[in-house]
């Protein structure tokens, strides 16, 4: 739209006039077009082509047949030229088409008719020239005598030089010292803060110059002021004199702080005027932001620059402990970048302690999550200058996303009854984001119907639901080791639902399904006691198997584990176990239990009888790693995972790397991804020792190969785990892997018989 204005003011002002009248014309126009209502008549694709096409005729041999297209495109644009309610690009149609026409009626014998037009155009614009319209030079002699009827000059001088000049009512931009005008009564009003106003009447007349005369006085000093941010209250002296508003004006370059925000957002500049010499009071309001006040000097009645005045938010901090540079932090369900730590002493060094967030005064939740190692949610309240320590301590977090279905009381019921049972354990961190997990849930398909169908297709079922895209989905939105999503019976009036658990990425990406019944008060206990089961990585550990014997009243020792806590205390195989710290046991069961009562590293007194009669040994306890069972079936493996990870990512928890691995291994196993299992034990690094380690990882990744069809890999595996005669299934005193390892060598077709 502005092209065609652009082109119509080159035209009109390019040729025959002074440099310096050709910058005034411009003004003008350019002042003029500024004025246009927002809500304007806009031109159409069919005015454009009826111009084109009376343009194009007008510059033929025949220009009287563009008469009656200019006139279609008059008669669309004059009344709303007329009422001031017309766009730029119409104003510039508007001027060339009156023109246009003035000059073909003249062509067509029209002189009378063509007058009236441009008398219509100088009313309308007394400002416009048709120089560089090429009209014909009969066209041109009548346009100068039809201006020479109608438009005089105005020509004034003002002081100050800066003083604002209104000529009915229209500002002229600074620096104008002429103007022309339609022959008749005119009113100028000249005005400029700290100065008197001045109004009067002029007489133009046509084909004259007027001259008129401004001189402002002088009667107050001038304030001038921007705030960042916009919509600031200034109060002088304890009196409001405005709000701020705006956008600073183009020329206007930030220096000093202001350079350090952008310009948009500074007001533009307030003006405040009636001031006399003395001292004043400047004061800023604004909710949220810290009370501006400094005193002012104004010496004398002049202008007087206050600058740019930057507010200050209302501000708490919110110091995290504890908070290392991997985590992530969200304040109300936001990701937010902590402040930088603040260096500590003359060396420098970083404070880890020192993380912080700077926040405006209210209620926020702040979540800190790193990686696989848990996250930490808690809600404070921030006040003004005041400072808030958390110590960070990450737990894995139990993320629910709520409950899908079209019984929105069961729903509603559901969530609360599993959001009590959630909050019961002390294991996970436990975050409600059902609100943020709705709009997640709708863009990745996750429907009531859907899940419901993956029950009957198969949870890895493509038609059904992408579990892989909602859980990368959930994971890079939410915070989270564990998601849990409730969906209820399709059923008028519902009477179980489907408990949905899957980990976070990496996890496996396949989800577990727990069938409930809104009844059952008991079951959601047991759910409740199922998650908040700690898995534990290690346990004690005697290094001794007994066994029950016919002719024995206690158990007897079959084996002992070379160098085990057993064979340290002296224990031999084929000793009797009398006691366990006194207590008499006659069972293998019995004997264990005891055990399990006396952690790793504690001492404990055995009774026992040999060859040379009865006898006391101490043994220390040792511990054994323990793994978790792949084919358990009352076990959510997505805990697992969490657990697991958890354990990696924790510095408090002192868990070989190794072990967690082979504990996610044991989740891959279970949910058949027999690729992801090949490519963990690949790289696992298991000791070599007796029990577990790295014979099970080889026979784990034996496993594996032969389910993906690598059977020359497998059976390397299983000769590698083979190659581990004290290799156990699970814990130190687990079933040896050898008769397992052997049999499934047997089945590949080898004949080892090691």
């Known amino acids: ?101 003035a000059d073909a009626l003249i062509f067509a014998g029209e002189r009378d008719v063509a007058e009236a037009d441009l008398e219509q155009l100088l009313t309308l614009y007394p400002r416009v020239s048709i120089e560089g319209f090429r009209l014909s030079d009969a066209g041109a002699n009548r346009f100068q005598r039809a201006e020479a009827r109608l438009v005089g000059t105005l020509t004034f001088s003002a002081t100050p030089l800066s003083a604002r000049i209104f000529v009915d009512g229209e500002q002229l931009p600074e620096g104008i010292t002429s103007y022309d005008l339609l022959a008749g009564t005119h009113l100028i009003e000249a005005s400029l803060p700290g100065f008197t106003r001045q109004v009067q009447e002029v007489e133009i007349r046509a084909d004259r110059a007027i001259e008129a005369e401004i001189a402002l006085e002088r009667i107050s000093a001038v304030v001038r002021l921007m705030t960042r941010p916009v919509g600031a209250t200034v109060l002088i002296d304890g009196k409001v004199v405005g709000e701020t508003f705006g956008m600073p004006p183009r020329d206007w370059v930030p220096t000093g702080d202001a350079a350090r925000y952008p310009r948009g957002e500074f007001s533009s500049v307030m003006e405040v005027e009636g001031l006399m010499p003395g001292r004043h009071e400047v004061e800023v309001i604004l909710d949220g932001y810290r009370t501006f006040s400094a ?23 919110v110091l995290l402990r504890g908070l290392t540079p991997d985590s992530e932090v969200w304040v109300d369900g936001r990701r937010t970048q902590p402040e930088a730590p603040l260096s500590s002493g003359n060396q420098g060094t970083l404070n880890s302690s020192s993380y912080r967030l700077s926040l405006e005064p209210g209620e926020y939740r702040i979540t800190v999550s790193q990686a696989d190692a848990g996250v930490f949610e808690e809600m404070v309240t921030v006040a003004d200058r005041r400072s808030i320590a958390l110590t960070v301590r990450l737990r894995p977090g139990l993320t629910f996303l709520g409950v899908v ?14 959001r009590g049972a959630f909050t019961e354990s002390d294991y996970w961190a436990f975050l409600d984001r059902t609100d943020d997990a709705e709009g997640i849930l709708q863009r990745t398909g996750a429907t009531g119907d859907r899940l419901r169908a993956a029950v009957e297709g198969g949870t890895n079922s493509p038609s059904s639901l992408d579990w892989q895209r909602l859980q990368t989905t959930v994971s890079r939105e939410l915070p989270g080791s564990i998601f849990v999503l409730g969906v209820l019976d399709d059923d008028e009036l519902t009477a179980g639902a489907d408990l949905w658990i899957w980990p976070s990425a990496p996890g496996p990406a396949v989800a577990e399904r727990m069938q409930i019944s809104l009844a059952d008060r008991d079951m959601f206990e047991a759910l409740a006691t199922s998650l908040s089961e700690t898995m534990t990585f290690q346990r004690s550990w005697t290094g001794m198997d007994l066994i029950a014997s016919g002719i024995a009243m206690s158990p007897v020792v079959a084996t002992v584990v070379p160098n085990g806590p057993a064979a340290a205390a002296g224990v031999r195989a084929g000793d009797q176990l009398i006691t366990v710290a006194g207590n008499k046991v006659a069972t293998v069961e019995g004997a264990a239990n005891w055990f399990a009562t006396f952690p790793p590293s504690s001492m404990v ?36 995972w969490a657990m697991s990870a958890a354990a990696a990512g924790r510095r408090d928890v002192a868990v070989p790397s190794w072990l967690v691995e082979l504990n996610q291994v044991a989740v891959f196993l279970h949910v058949s991804d027999w690729e992801a299992a090949v490519r963990k034990l690949t790289n696992l690094r298991a ?32 000769e590698r785990s083979l190659g581990q005669p004290g290799a156990r299934y699970l814990t130190n005193d687990g079933l040896f892997l050898a008769p397992m390892v052997r049999a499934r060598l047997v089945a590949l077709g080898s004949t080892n018989n090691r």
């Open 605 to 640: 007194a055995l009774g026992m009888v040999g060859p040379t009669g009865e006898r006391t040994v101490e043994l220390r306890m040792g511990a054994t790693p323990t793994v978790v069972n792949p084919l358990e079936a009352d076990r959510f493996y997505s805990v697992v």
């Open 1 to 101: 739209m502005r092209n065609l204005v652009k082109d119509a003011c080159a035209d009109v002002f390019r040729m025959g006039l002074s440099a310096a009248t050709n910058s005034y014309a411009l003004v003008l126009l350019f002042v003029f077009l500024a004025v246009v209502p927002a809500e304007a008549q806009q031109v159409n694709e069919r005015m454009r082509s009826t111009f084109a096409q009376a343009e194009m005729l007008y510059r033929t041999a025949e220009p009287d047949q563009a008469i009656q297209p200019l006139t279609v495109v008059i008669e669309a644009l004059l009344s709303s030229a007329t009422s001031g309610d017309i766009d730029d690009e119409g104003q510039a149609l508007l001027v060339r088409s009156l023109a246009y026409r």
């Open 405 to 418: 279905g079209s019984d929105r009381l069961g729903a509603e019921t559901l969530e609360n009854t599993l």
């Open 295 to 317: 005193p002012l000097t104004i010496p004398d009645l002049a202008d007087y620059q206050v600058g740019s005045i930057i507010m200050t938010a209302n501000l708490g901090l």
């Open 687 to 718: 000791p070599e020792v007796s029990g577990v380690g790295y014979g099970l990882a080889q026979y784990w990744l034996g496993l594996a190969l032969s389910e993906i069809g690598d059977l020359d890999g497998a059976r390397a595996a299983f």
